[in-house]
C-alpha cells in the first residue's frame, strides 16, 4: 500500500470498514466492562446502594485470609499440575512420534479424546468417579490397594489432588497435539547429523529437540498458566463449590461467590478480579523472559 | 450473492436478538422455589384450589434445585426483569434480602393480609418497621428419625425409644449397639451443611448473633455441640456424606439408620415407597449441660414473598390470600393434605384443626402420628434471631468444623476462631 | 527410526505408557456410556456392565428433565456465534492484515494486550450492562459478547499473510471492488481457515459455563452445561438420565473431530509456529 493519494484513502478507509464491526463489538463487551469496572473497583455495594471506599476494597483483600488462600490454590494447581502435565505431554508426543509407527493416527485421536468433553460434563463425570461409595473406591478396594475408601471429595489434601488429576487427564492430550505439530516441524537432518556425530538419543532429546521445542513450551506454559488462574468450573462442579470446607477454592470461585451468593457485592469483587489480572500479566510477562522472546 | 448475505444475516441477528415476547401473559403467575417434592407440591395443590374458582389463571410452579438466592439477586440486580410473581425464601435468609433491596418486595400487610392469623415467630423475619412482606410456610419442627427395623435388627426394641426425651448420651449408647450389631451408622451428617449444629444449638435457644447483630460464637451451647458432634464421629456413630443428596441417599437408601432434620424432609422420605412402615421419630435429643435445652428445636422453615416488579402482582396477592390465607374449607383441606404428604406444617393458625394434624400416618412405623408429636415439639421453641449475616456465619461455622472431624483441628476453640476469622473476611465487618 | 530387535525393553515400555494413558483417557467415557443403560444407584456404585435402563434413561432425560429443549438453546446459541462470529472477525482480520496501516497496527496491539485480561475480570460489568438493557435471561446476552475473538482474528491474520496480495493486485487492475476481492478471490481459498475458526468458536460457545450461568435464570433458556451442573445440586439425582446428558453434551464435540480432525486441530493450534 504505497500508493498515495485518493486511491491510498479509499483503500485506507475500506480497511476501516473491515475492522469497524470488530470494534463496535470490542467497545461495548469488552472496552465498555473494562472502563466500568474503575467505577466498581473503589466501591463497597450492599444491595441496591453503594458507597465510596477508595482503596478500601483493596485493604479488605490484604486481611482476606480466604482470598488468600484461594490464590494459594490457584499457585498450588499451577506450579503441581502445569509441569506434570507438560512432562506427560512431552513425552506422549516424542513416543508417537518417534517410538511406534503403527496406530499412530488412532493414538492421537485416544489421548486428544479428554478434550472434547466441557469443562462441566468431565467434572459431572469425575465427581461421580470420585465418591466415597463410587467407582474408583470399589476398585482400588476390590483389588486391596486401599483398606478404606479415599475421601477424594470430602478431604481437603484428596481433594486438591482430585483436582490436579482431572485436570491432567483433560488436558494432557491437548497439549501433546501441540507438542506433535512442533516436534513434526523440526528437520530430520538435523538428527541425522547428531547421529553421525555420535549423540545417544537421550543427548539429541535434551540438544536438539528440547531447545527447538521451546517456542511451543512457551506457549502451552502460557495458555495453562493463564487458564489455570481462572480456574472455576472444576472447583465449582467437581469439589463442590471450592470445598471441603474451602479446600480448593480458586480466585475466581471466590470471586463468584462474594459477587452472586454470599453478599453480592461487586465493588470487591471487581477488586479482586483485578488482582488476578495483575498476577496472570506477571506470570506472562515472567514466562516469556524466562522461555524465550517469543513475539506475541 | 453479497445482499442476498446481507439480508439473510440482518434476519438472523434479528432473530437472535429480539427478547422472547414478554408481554405479561394476563393470566398468568410464576412461583420459583425448591424440593418439588416439598415445596413444589404444597404449591401445586395450592394452585388447584384456586384453580377450581378461577380456572383461567394458570399458576407455573418452576423448580429452582441450585442457588435460588444468586438467581434472585441477580434479578433483584437487574430492577427486577427475568423475576417470577412469587419466590420462597428460607426465612434465616430473608433479612438479608429486605436489608438490600427495601423496595424490591410488595408489603403483603399493607396489602391485606391479616397476620394475627399466622404464628408469631414466622412473621418476625419478614418485618421491617411497620412492613410485614411474606405470607409464613412451614415450620421447621424437628425430630430424630430413625429405622425402626434396623434398631430392632440389633436386638433392641424400637417401641421403647418411641416418644422419648432422650439425651444425647443416649443416642450414643443406641448407636454404638446398632454399629456393633448391624455395621450401620446410626445418623447420617452432611458435612457440607449446617443443619445438625444448628438444630442443636436452636434447641437450646441460643442465638448466634448478639442484639446488635454483631457475632457470638463462644456460647455453651455452641460448644458443647460440636464437642458432641466430634463425639458421635469419633465412635463410629455418624455417616459421613460429602453433599446433600449423597445424604439423602444415604438414610433413603439405607446406608445409616437415622438422620436429624426438621419434619419438611418427610417428603424426601415418602418418595421411596420402599421403606413405608420403617421410619419412626423421636424427640429431638437433648443437649446435656447447657441452660435451656430442650428436646426440641427448629431448622429452616420458608415462606413466600411477591416481587414489586412482578408484572401480575394483583393476581399473585389475589392467589396468595385465596389459599394460604384463607379459611375457607377448600384452603384448609389443603394445608391438610399437604401436611401429610409431604410433612408441610403450615404456621397458618386455622389450619391447625385439619384431621390429619392429629391423625395417625400409615406411612411411619406403627402409624406413628407424627404431627402431632411436631406440632407439641413446635410449641417449645423460642423465636430466633436471623441477622442479614446469617449465611455468612454458617459457611463459616461448617467450613471450620471439617477439620475437626477428619482429625486435623485439635480443640473446640481452634474451630471457632477459624470461624470467627473466616466470618469477618468473608463477610468484611 | 528403525529398532533392531521387536521386544527390547524400551519398546515395552513404551507399548506399556501407551495402554495405560490409553486406557485413563478412554475409561471415563467408556463409563459413561455404560451408565446410560443403568438405574441411577448402580450408577454411582459404578457397575461397569451395560444394563437395560437406557430406554426408561432417556425418557427421563426428556420428559422430566427437558434435554432436547437444552439441547436446540445450546445449538441456536453456538451456531449463531459462529455465524456472527467468523463473519466479524475474518473481516477484521482481513482488514488488518491485508490493509495495513499505522492506526490499525496500534490498535491491534492493544487488542492483543487485551488477551491477558480472564473472563471474571470483565463478567461483573457485563452483568450489570445486559441487566441495564434488560437482555439478562435472554441468548442474546450469550451470543454477543462471543461474537468478537481477539484470538480468531490474530488466528485468521497469520493466514491471510499467506494469501499473495499479487493475486489481489491483479484483480484491482482487472477493477474488481475490494469487497469483491474479498468475497470472490480470497475467501475461496480461506476455506480451511473458516472452518478451523468456526469449530474453535462453536467448541467454545458449546462449552461455555460461567456467563450462562450468571445471565440465565430460567430453564426455558437453559443451555446444556447449566442443565447438567444444576442437575448435581438436585434433591435425588437421576444419574441415569444425567449420563445421557453428559453424552449429548460431548456428541457434537466428538463428531465435529473426529470427522473434521484437520481443521479442528489447526483451529486450536491457531498459529503456533
Known amino acids: 500500500m504505497n500508493k498515495r493519494g485518493s ?73 503441581t499440575q502445569i509441569p506434570l502435565m507438560i512432562f506427560l505431554a512431552l513425552i506422549l508426543a516424542v513416543i508417537l512420534n518417534q517410538g511406534i509407527k503403527r496406530l499412530r493416527g488412532s493414538f492421537r485421536v485416544i489421548f486428544f479424546l479428554p478434550c472434547v468433553t466441557s469443562l462441566v460434563a468431565y467434572s459431572v463425570l469425575f465427581r461421580i468417579l470420585l465418591q466415597s461409595n463410587g467407582l474408583l473406591n470399589n476398585i482400588m478396594m476390590n483389588a486391596h490397594l486401599i483398606a478404606s475408601p479415599i475421601g477424594w471429595l470430602n478431604d481437603p489434601f484428596w481433594a486438591q489432588t482430585t483436582i490436579i488429576l ?131 | 450473492m453479497k445482499k442476498g448475505l446481507v439480508f439473510a444475516l440482518a434476519l438472523i441477528l434479528f432473530a437472535a436478538l429480539v427478547p422472547g415476547l414478554s408481554a405479561a401473559d394476563a393470566k398468568k403467575v410464576t412461583v420459583w422455589c425448591w424440593d418439588p417434592n416439598f415445596n413444589g407440591y404444597s404449591m401445586k395443590q395450592a394452585a388447584a384450589v384456586y384453580n377450581k374458582a378461577h380456572p383461567d389463571v394458570t399458576i407455573e410452579i418452576v423448580d429452582i434445585p441450585e442457588n435460588i438466592e444468586g438467581k434472585i439477586t441477580a434479578g433483584l440486580q437487574a430492577g427486577g426483569s427475568g423475576l417470577p410473581d412469587i419466590a420462597l425464601f428460607q426465612d434465616f435468609r430473608i433479612e438479608q434480602f429486605l436489608q438490600d433491596y427495601p423496595q424490591g418486595f410488595v408489603d403483603l400487610k399493607a396489602a391485606g393480609v391479616d397476620y394475627s392469623k399466622f404464628a408469631a415467630y414466622k412473621v418476625g423475619p419478614m418485618t421491617v418497621g411497620k412492613s410485614i412482606y411474606g405470607i409464613p410456610f412451614d415450620t421447621g419442627s424437628t425430630g430424630l428419625w430413625l429405622r425402626a427395623d434396623m434398631i430392632k435388627a440389633a436386638g433392641l426394641n424400637p417401641d421403647s425409644y ?64 460440636i464437642a458432641q458432634v466430634k463425639d458421635l464421629n469419633d465412635k463410629g456413630i455418624l455417616y459421613l456424606t460429602e453433599g446433600w443428596n449423597n445424604w439423602i441417599s444415604a438414610f433413603n437408601n439405607g446406608d445409616s439408620a437415622g438422620l436429624l432434620q426438621a419434619l419438611w424432609i418427610i417428603g424426601t422420605l415418602k418418595s421411596k415407597p420402599e421403606n413405608a412402615g420403617k421410619w419412626m421419630v423421636i424427640p429431638t435429643p437433648l443437649l446435656e449441660g447447657v441452660a435451656g435445652a430442650q428436646n426440641a428445636s427448629n431448622n429452616g422453615g420458608s415462606s413466600w414473598y411477591v416481587f414489586a416488579s412482578s408484572p401480575n402482582k394483583a393476581l399473585a396477592l389475589d392467589f396468595l390470600k385465596s389459599t394460604w390465607a384463607s379459611s375457607t374449607p377448600a384452603a384448609l383441606a389443603f394445608y391438610n393434605d399437604i401436611l401429610k404428604q409431604c410433612g408441610a406444617m403450615g404456621t397458618y393458625l386455622p389450619s391447625r384443626t385439619g384431621t390429619n394434624y392429629t391423625a395417625p400416618d400409615e406411612y411411619f412405623y406403627k402409624s406413628q402420628a407424627v404431627f402431632k408429636d411436631f406440632s407439641a415439639w413446635m410449641e417449645k421453641v423460642p423465636v430466633l434471631m436471623y441477622t442479614a449475616n446469617y449465611q455468612t456465619m454458617n459457611t463459616a461455622v461448617k467450613n471450620a468444623v471439617l477439620p475437626l472431624l477428619q482429625g486435623k483441628t485439635k480443640s473446640i476453640d481452634d474451630v471457632l476462631t477459624a470461624a470467627e476469622t473466616e466470618y469477618k473476611q468473608t463477610s468484611g465487618q | 527410526m528403525s529398532v ?67 439441547f436446540v438453546n445450546s445449538l441456536k446459541i453456538a451456531l449463531l456465534t459462529v455465524l456472527l462470529g467468523v463473519l466479524i472477525n475474518a473481516l477484521a482480520a482481513f482488514g488488518f492484515e491485508k490493509y495495513k496501516s499505522k492506526g490499525r497496527e496500534k490498535i491491534f496491539g492493544i487488542l492483543l494486550l487485551t488477551l491477558i485480561i480472564p473472563q471474571i475480570a470483565i463478567v461483573i460489568p457485563m452483568f450489570r450492562l445486559f441487566s441495564f438493557l434488560h437482555l439478562l435471561n435472554t441468548h442474546a446476552a450469550i451470543i454477543l459478547p462471543s461474537v468478537m475473538s481477539v484470538f ?88 441415569g438420565a444425567l449420563m445421557i446428558i453428559v453424552c449429548m453434551s460431548i456428541l457434537p464435540v466428538l463428531i465435529l473431530f473426529l470427522t473434521m480432525q484437520k481443521q479442528f486441530v489447526a483451529g486450536l493450534l491457531g498459529s503456533v509456529k
Open chain 1, 166 to 296: 482431572a485436570l491432567t487427564w483433560r488436558w494432557t492430550g491437548y497439549n501433546m497435539v501441540f507438542f506433535l505439530v512442533g516436534l513434526q516441524s523440526i528437520d530430520s537432518e538435523i538428527y541425522e547429523a547428531a547421529e553421525v556425530d555420535g549423540a545417544s538419543k537421550v543427548r539429541q532429546f535434551f540438544r536438539i529437540t528440547l531447545p527447538l521445542l521451546l517456542p511451543v513450551i512457551l506457549f502451552s506454559a502460557v495458555t495453562s498458566t493463564s487458564g489455570t488462574m481462572q480456574l472455576f468450573d472444576e472447583p465449582n462442579i467437581l469439589t463442590n463449590q471450592g470445598g471441603p470446607g474451602n479446600g480448593t477454592m480458586t480466585a475466581a470461585l471466590y470471586i463468584y461467590r462474594q459477587a452472586f451468593v454470599l453478599n453480592s457485592d461487586f465493588g470487591y469483587a471487581t477488586a479482586m478480579s483485578y488482582i488476578v489480572v495483575l498476577i496472570s500479566g506477571v506470570f506472562a510477562f515472567v514466562q516469556m523472559k524466562l522461555l524465550g522472546g517469543r513475539d506475541k
Open chain 2, 162 to 225: 418411641m416418644g422419648k426425651n432422650l439425651k444425647w448420651s443416649d443416642i450414643v449408647k443406641l448407636g454404638l449397639a446398632v454399629k456393633a450389631k448391624t455395621g450401620k451408622a446410626l445418623i447420617a451428617y452432611d458435612t457440607t451443611n449446617y443443619d445438625f449444629i444448628r438444630i442443636m444449638v436452636q434447641s437450646t435457644g441460643t442465638q448466634f448473633f448478639n442484639k446488635d447483630g454483631s457475632l457470638n460464637l463462644r456460647t455453651p451451647a455452641l460448644k458443647a455441640a
Open chain 3, 4 to 70: 533392531v530387535r521387536k521386544w527390547s525393553p524400551a519398546r515395552l515400555l513404551v507399548w506399556f505408557v501407551l495402554v495405560v494413558g490409553g486406557f485413563i483417557s478412554l475409561f471415563p467415557f467408556f463409563w459413561m456410556l455404560i451408565g446410560t443403560t443403568l438405574n441411577p444407584n448402580d450408577v454411582v456404585r459404578g457397575i461397569i456392565v451395560p444394563g437395560s435402563e437406557i430406554a426408561s434413561n432417556w425418557v427421563k432425560a426428556t420428559k422430566n428433565y427437558n434435554l432436547l429443549l437444552f
Open chain 3, 152 to 239: 480468531i482474528i490474530f488466528f485468521m491474520r497469520q493466514n491471510f499473510k499467506m494469501f499473495p496480495t499479487e493475486i489481489m493486485e491483479a484483480a484491482r487492475v482487472d477493477g474488481t471492488s475490494e469487497f469483491g476481492i474479498l468475497v470472490r478471490i480470497v475467501s475461496p481459498s480461506m476455506k480451511a481457515t473458516f472452518a478451523s475458526a468456526a469449530i474453535y468458536m462453536f467448541i467454545g460457545q458449546w462449552n461455555s459455563y460461567l456467563w450462562p450461568l450468571m445471565t440465565i435464570l430460567t430453564d426455558a433458556k437453559k443451555t446444556l452445561p447449566i442443565a447438567m451442573s444444576s442437575m448435581m445440586s438436585m434433591y435425588t439425582i437421576e444419574y
Open chain 1, 7 to 79: 486511491y491510498y484513502r479509499y483503500l485506507n478507509r475500506f480497511g476501516w470498514l473491515c475492522v469497524a464491526p470488530a470494534m463496535v463489538f470490542y467497545s461495548l463487551f469488552m472496552l465498555y466492562p473494562i472502563l466500568s469496572s474503575l467505577y466498581y473497583v473503589t466501591r463497597k455495594w450492599k444491595g441496591m446502594s453503594n458507597t465510596f471506599v477508595g482503596l478500601g476494597n483493596f485493604a479488605r483483600m490484604a486481611q482476606d485470609k480466604i482470598f488468600q488462600l484461594a490464590l494459594g490454590h490457584n499457585f498450588l494447581f499451577m506450579f
